[in-house]
């Protein structure tokens, strides 16, 4: 058994290792996006002294610099994203735009497309730069090798019950071989957890909705579709701040950190609702509330809050467990220190693959020689 779980584990890893090396190198990278995306765009993060224009202000500038784009999302200067401007995330047929906008002035301050360096980074990390190839799908079965790859290696690493400590021992060897087999060892059975993670969270972004429904869940809690709308009123919508008030009114000491604005309807379908999404106490990274507001009226047609609403554990956890933002600093260097292990994994592990092959090689040859 151990033989057969040892070729699944090498020949899964040459198949999918370098793909699984240049995701995890990106991945580090990724972990310290705004940061980077500060040093590398300074101009971008311009804020002005004085009172910050309203939301809708800034909103306006945008919809009347680019009139035949689609704005998708709205960050807050709270969001680490933005760093203390306003950000919008815009859509213009194919093409995706970020415009970041001085709060104290209501202009932009630059834009970033999807041929920024961070971006392109992104895409090759989702998808492998093969979005009309099903590049996201081919990542998500990526994820799902590495986790069984992880799960092998752990069957193959078990040292028993008695002499477990003996997984974690590098030995004072000068034999490159021994010295590789015990890095590619201790290395692997200390990113474990880590390996484990992320392989699974990065393929449920792709199948979680699939993975769920075969034990007849689902991945998300939503509140019903047909509640999520907003009904037109004579007076036309309302402005972008009038609807945060409503949220932050729904959600007391709530920190807005992103709107979602509704998908652009189609003939006879209702419009949608906005959608706000708030940290309140502790938040491991991706808004832990979520509140729909009726465009027009204000009123809040849904609200998602752990406090009252079960089975959200998944939903919130999900993208920071898999981008380490729930422990801060600490956890992002981590994360960016675990996505380089399986460049490591990978040369020890071809390192005594090739050494074995070797080996074999003379061993063929001298009884060869012998005979």
């Known amino acids: 058994m151990r033989k057969i779980i040892g070729k ?30 500060h040093v590398i765009n300074p101009h971008l ?9 309203t939301y809708q202000q800034a909103l306006d500038t945008v919809s009347n610099k ?4 689609e704005i998708k999302r709205v960050y807050t200067p709270d969001e680490p994203d933005a760093k203390g401007v306003y950000l919008f995330r815009l859509k213009e047929g ?57 799960l092998s290696g752990i069957y193959l690493w078990w040292p028993g019950i008695k002499k477990w400590t003996s997984g974690f021992r590098m030995r004072r060897n000068k034999n490159v071989f021994v010295k ?22 990065g393929a449920l972004f792709t199948y979680d909705e699939a993975l769920f429904g075969w034990f007849g869940v689902k991945a998300k809690v939503t509140p019903p579709e047909e509640k999520l709308i907003s009904k037109p009123l004579p007076t036309g919508k309302l402005p972008l701040d009038l609807l945060l008030s409503s949220a932050e009114k729904e959600v007391p000491n709530g920190m807005i950190t992103q709107v979602r604005m509704p998908e652009k309807m ?24 979520r509140v729909w507001v009726d465009q027009y009226s204000g009123k809040i047609v849904g609200k998602l809050d752990p406090k009252i609403n079960r089975g959200l554990l998944y939903q919130i956890w999900h993208f920071p467990l898999h981008t380490g933002t729930f422990g801060g600093i600490f956890t992002k260097i981590l ?37």
Do not use: C
Not at 17 to 32: A, D, E, P, Q, W
């Open 8 to 37: 699944i584990h090498l020949w899964l890893s040459m198949l999918v290792g370098l793909f699984i090396v240049l995701i995890g190198i990106t991945g580090s990278v990724l972990v310290f996006e705004p940061e980077l995306n």
């Open 45 to 53: 993060f311009n804020v002005t002294e004085g009172e910050k224009v």
């Open 66 to 69: 680019y009139p035949k784009g």
């Open 94 to 150: 194919e093409k995706q735009q970020e415009i970041y906008v001085d709060p104290g002035t209501g202009e932009i301050n630059g834009t970033l497309d999807d041929h920024a360096l961070l971006n392109i980074l992104l895409d090759f990390h989702k998808s492998l730069l093969l979005e009309d190839f099903k590049g996201e799908n081919i990542v998500g079965i990526i994820g799902f090798l590495f986790f069984f790859i992880t």
């Open 180 to 201: 590789n087999y015990d890095l590619h060892k201790v290395i692997g059975a200390v990113s474990l957890p880590f390996l484990l993670i992320v392989s699974l969270t």
């Open 266 to 289: 189609e003939q006879g379908m209702s419009e949608g609702a906005v959608e706000i999404r708030l940290s309140r106490s502790y938040d491991p990274g991706d808004g832990n509330i």
């Open 335 to 371: 994360y960016a220190i675990g996505g380089l292990t399986p460049s490591i994994l990978m040369i020890t592990g071809t390192y005594m693959w090739w050494f074995k092959k070797k080996n074999k090689r003379k061993q063929r040859k001298r009884t060869v020689q012998a005979a």
